[in-house]
């Protein structure tokens, strides 16, 4: 059964620091893996989707990578900024078609 | 991306009632959609699979009679909690992505529902 898991569970930090968010997953027959960003009481919006034959992705100031064999994904938040304060989520498409599953998030805080 | 919109965003209804949520992909045809519920401060958890033109798939744990999925168009599914109790308090959300097996998925809004 696939688990994911996401470390840490809450961040604090002032702005303008470089973030490291941490997701592993158990079984590495993946066929993608996608980051999330949640806001309180909203939905979903997709930050960066990283296939299994990929290594990394970039959009602006976040970058994620996928290490699939040892089970790992990390995204990378440069010069972070108070509008970045939410829930980051990892999710990990496996099973049947399009399934994802969730990791528990991290929890951002970024303050002045 | 892709737009999904998912009505109402919130909900308030008295116990023993029904509730329906919608959720539509506005522009992309999705055969299938995937209904997700979570509690606060928690992670999302899959319900079921809506699939267009056939029964829903459901997730172990999840009552087929209670959450009735219906995807009765390649835009459309609904969710109807039926004889809603407070414990069904919960913030219910959609996806749908387009073809294929690599795709991103896209995520609505998401419907808080309370009963009271």
């Known amino acids: 059964k696939q688990e994911v898991t996401q470390i840490p569970a809450a961040l604090s930090v002032p702005e303008g620091e470089n973030l490291v968010l941490n997701c592993s997953f158990t079984?590495?027959?993946?066929?993608?893996l996608q980051w999330f960003r949640q806001d309180p009481g909203k939905g979903l919006t997709s930050l960066l989707l990283?296939?299994?034959?990929?290594r990394e992705q970039t959009s602006g100031r976040l970058n994620a990578s996928l290490d699939k064999s040892s089970g790992r994904s990390t995204l990378y938040i440069a010069a972070s900024q108070p509008g970045d304060s939410a829930t980051y989520l990892c999710?990990?498409?496996?099973?049947?078609?399009?399934?994802?599953?969730f990791g528990a998030g991290t929890r951002l805080a970024v303050h002045p | 991306g892709a737009v999904v919109s998912q009505h109402p965003s919130w909900v308030i209804c008295k116990s023993g009632t029904s509730v329906k949520i919608e959720c539509r992909s506005l522009?992309?045809?999705?055969?299938?959609m995937f209904w997700y519920r979570q509690f606060p401060k928690q992670s999302l958890m899959l319900m079921a699979t809506?699939?267009?033109?056939?029964?829903?798939?459901?997730e172990q744990g999840v009552e087929k009679d209670k959450f009735l999925i219906n995807h009765a168009s390649l835009t459309l599914s609904t969710l109807t909690v039926t004889s809603a109790h407070p414990e069904d308090s919960s913030f219910y959300i959609c996806?749908?992505?387009?073809?294929?097996?690599?795709?991103?998925?896209?995520f609505g809004q998401g419907t808080r529902l309370t009963v009271v």
């Open positions: 996806s749908a992505g387009r073809t294929g097996m690599n795709t991103e998925a896209f």
């Open positions: 809506s699939n267009e033109g056939s029964k829903a798939t459901y």
């Open positions: 999710a990990v498409r496996t099973g049947g078609y399009n399934k994802l599953i």
């Open positions: 522009d992309f045809q999705a055969t299938t």
């Open positions: 990283i296939q299994s034959s990929q």
């Open positions: 079984d590495s027959a993946i066929y993608n």
